[in-house]
Nanobody, 118 residues
Framework: QVQLVESGGGLVQPGGSLRLSCAASGSIVSIHRMGWYRQAPGKQRELVAQITSGDVTNYADAVKGRFTISRDNAKNTVYLQMNSLKPEDTAVYYC????????????WGQGTQVTVPS
């Protein structure tokens, strides 16, 4: 059974920073792509950033230059460093990973709330 557990969300003032973490655990053979999505109230879930096993990254235009995604393969963990936070970054942030246990599957974390008041 594979699980993704997120941490690091919270309330931060505009211009502040937060670091999200997502650790994968279980019967993991290999992890390909890991990433972060977010969903604001009344909106669809959207991609924030992704990183492949070869450290190729891509970002949503709204976060380029402010957010940085990284991963520690030894710990099966992906991070999202969020700087210069804005009220429009307020959302539930979900970790996503493509993992092989008995087969390749996409897994989701439970979500962590990030709130940036206006």
């Amino acid at each position: 059974q594979v699980q993704l557990v997120e941490s690091g969300g919270g309330l931060v003032q505009p211009g502040g920073s937060l670091r999200l973490s997502c650790a994968a655990s279980g019967s993991i053979v290999s992890i390909h792509r890991m990433g972060w999505y977010r969903q604001a109230p009344g909106k669809q879930r959207e991609l924030v950033a992704q990183i492949t096993s070869g450290d190729v990254t891509n970002y949503a235009d709204a976060v380029k230059g402010r957010f940085t995604i990284s991963r520690d393969n030894a710990k099966n963990t992906v991070y999202l460093q969020m700087n210069s936070l804005k009220p429009e970054d307020t959302a539930v942030y979900y970790c996503n990973a493509r993992i092989r246990d008995t087969m390749w599957r996409a897994y989701w974390g439970q979500g962590t709330q990030v709130t940036v008041p206006s």
